[in-house]
């Protein structure tokens, strides 16, 4: 600590030059939390620990395709099966393609195979005793502020009604909540009656999406699901059923590989940041070698000077991106209270602050490396004459 | 007396590309504790090279040079700087002060080094610029003081450490003679008043006439030594 104004002081040696260079770690920290907000969320939906009693079927060849209904007998006589649903991505637009949501039909026991997600028995009955009812999660009905009673038009993108319309509207009848603040974002879903849906829809009848089975024992799950798989083994409707975990990791993936992307990007920024930083480490202790001579001369050791070197680019580093960080801790609640959870973002929260705090070392490490080493190597006297 | 400083047989090349160039040729030099020596000469005759062999700046390329009994031509880089924070204080002719610290600040670096609390580094370092008349003058930065002044800090960030043996180079280089003549007189007194042991090197032979003695140097032998200037 003794070190820590002599270290300060270097920094601000020229004001204007470190506060752009601090301006320019901040953007990078900024654009790091933001990101890494993003990569999070998509990373805790594939890995949720809610789910690993459960397993999803959907068709072999590819999640898209429908399953025969005819196979729900057969999966609920497995030994190990607890619980069985389905379900059937429906695709709805309300009112404008951006109002983006998930919206399925489900059946009648859905609810039961998720209970993290707390609906009143009330509603439950309503959902139950409703044709048109439907269920959304409380961040979604918040966005919309939609309240129970309300009538909720969806326009169809790939079921057309018998009747010819293309509006699906849905009486809502419940509103559930999820506790856990790390499963927030499923809150951003409406699921309506499958037997409405199945009734009137213009083709696919009797189809399901997807199974959703709920094990009697976790251990069993691998077994189950190669008993179910084996129901349609060399048929037109193979299967394959993996824990809810898998599949949503597997969904996700849909996407692109959002780690992938977010390391692309962040490579670059901060390979940028590197080579600009550098730069400016090295010309400031260009311009301070007769400084760091006086060090040297007057007992500082070959290691201290370098020390303090490093110590000055990790400084400089950490306060820019610790800057930018909390600006991005900042943005991300702004931006998840506007828009709710239906934001994947997740709060920027230890893990992101631990990752970027490892990042902000070693790149203050790096960037100090050469600039620490010329200070450590020069020889006083030469500096001192100013060779 | 006995010699603080013992200086034999030195020699000092330098390699400039392919040319070598001998800058000090088998110097002997003895320097009793407590004396205050000009080191004179025209320029390239040695003076500085000397100075930084005897502050532990540079290393001879043949010969010894002992202080306070301790061989420090055969220390390494470490223990070398060890023994320079501990034993010897450096004043330059630009004073090379840190120019975003303080005076004070400037003043307490070497004690950085030390064990001191910073409480305790704050009152040597007040002492010190006590001492060259400075006090009020603390928490100036080097731009707001004049060169005398500048000078003056940079005796106090010399003497801080309560060091031995004090080397200055061109001390007054750089100042006008009554500046000059102020940090002569602080120097004297540093020897005189705190049994400082000083060796300066100085083209100005006013300035040589505040030391004891004064040594000439031509082409890196010693030529002459003088009879005390004031004893």
């Not at chain 1, 409406?190 to 997807?210: M, P």
């Not at chain 1, 809810?244 to 780690?259: R, T, W």
């Not at chain 1, 991106?321 to 828009?339: K, N, P, Q, S, T």
């Not at chain 2, 001879?60 to 060890?82: F, H, M, N, V, W």
């Amino acid at each position: 600590m003794k070190y820590l104004q002599l270290i300060w002081s270097a920094m601000f040696r020229r004001k204007t030059r470190t506060i752009f260079t601090l301006l320019s770690v901040l953007a990078a920290f900024l654009l790091f939390g933001l990101l890494d907000s993003v990569r999070s969320a998509f990373a805790s939906a594939a890995s949720s620990v809610a789910g690993v009693d459960r397993l999803v079927t959907v068709s072999k060849i590819s999640f898209t395709l429908s399953l025969p209904k005819s196979l729900l007998s057969g999966i609920e006589a497995l030994p190990g099966v607890a619980k069985l649903t389905y379900a059937n991505w429906f695709g709805g637009i309300y009112q404008d393609p951006k109002n983006f949501f998930a919206n399925e039909a489900v059946a009648d026991n859905f609810f039961d195979l998720y209970p993290e997600w707390q609906l009143s028995a009330a509603e439950r009955t309503a959902f139950h005793n409703t044709r048109t009812g439907a269920v959304a999660g409380e961040s979604l009905a918040r966005k919309f502020n939609w309240k129970l009673g309300d009538k909720i038009p969806l326009q169809a993108t790939i079921f057309p009604q018998k009747s010819g319309g293309n509006t699906w509207t849905f009486d809502l009848v419940g509103i559930y909540r999820v506790s856990n603040p790390k499963q927030k974002n499923q809150e951003s879903a409406l699921f309506f009656n499958w037997d409405y849906f199945d009734e009137a829809r213009a083709f696919g009848n009797g189809n399901v999406g997807w199974y959703i089975t709920q094990v009697s024992d976790r251990t069993l799950a691998q077994q189950v699901a190669q008993a179910v798989d084996a129901l349609s083994t060399n048929s037109d409707h193979e299967t394959k059923t993996q824990t809810e975990q898998a599949f949503n990791a597997a969904f996700v993936s849909q996407y692109g590989d959002i780690g992938l992307i977010v390391g692309a990007i962040m490579g670059a920024v901060f390979f940028t940041l590197i080579l600009l930083t550098g730069n400016t480490m090295a010309q400031a202790v260009r311009e301070r070698i007769p400084e760091l001579a006086v060090l040297k001369t007057i007992g500082f050791s070959n290691q201290s000077v370098l020390g303090l070197v490093l110590a000055e680019s990790v400084l400089l580093i950490v306060l820019g991106g610790a800057i930018g960080l909390v600006l991005a801790g900042v943005v991300v609640d702004a931006v998840r209270a506007a828009l709710g959870e239906a934001v994947p973002m997740t709060r920027v929260g230890a893990s992101i602050w631990l990752r970027a705090l490892g990042l902000m070392v070693l790149i203050g490490l790096i960037v100090g490396a050469l600039p620490a080493r010329r200070a450590m190597r020069l020889r006083i006297v030469d500096a001192l004459a100013g060779r | 007396m006995s010699a603080l400083v013992e200086v034999q047989n030195l020699s000092k090349i330098y390699q400039r590309g392919k040319q070598k160039i001998e800058v000090l040729h088998h110097v002997q030099l003895a320097i009793e504790q407590g004396d205050f020596m000009a080191l004179m000469g025209p320029s390239g005759s040695g003076k500085t090279t000397l100075l930084n062999l005897i502050g532990g700046l540079d290393s001879p390329t043949d010969g010894s040079i002992t202080i306070g009994g301790k061989r420090i031509d055969r220390l390494s880089e470490g223990a070398l700087a060890k023994w320079r924070a501990s034993n010897v204080g450096f004043v330059f002719q630009f004073y090379n002060l840190l120019p975003m610290l303080s005076a004070r600040k400037n003043v307490e670096l070497p004690l950085l080094l030390t064990h001191l609390s910073a409480a305790q580094r704050k009152r040597n370092a007040a002492v010190a610029l006590e001492l060259v008349a400075l006090a009020d003058r603390a928490a100036h930065k080097p731009s707001e003081l004049s060169g005398g002044q500048q000078q003056r800090v940079a005796i106090a960030r010399a003497i801080v450490s309560d060091p031995t043996l004090l080397v200055c180079d061109e001390p007054t280089g750089d100042l006008d003679r009554q500046s000059g003549a102020e940090v002569l007189t602080l120097l004297q007194q540093l020897n005189r008043d705190h049994g400082k042991t000083i060796i300066m090197v100085t083209h100005d032979p006013k300035a040589a006439e505040f030391a004891k003695h004064t040594l000439h140097l031509d082409k890196g032998s010693l030529v002459e030594q003088s009879e005390p200037s004031r004893p």
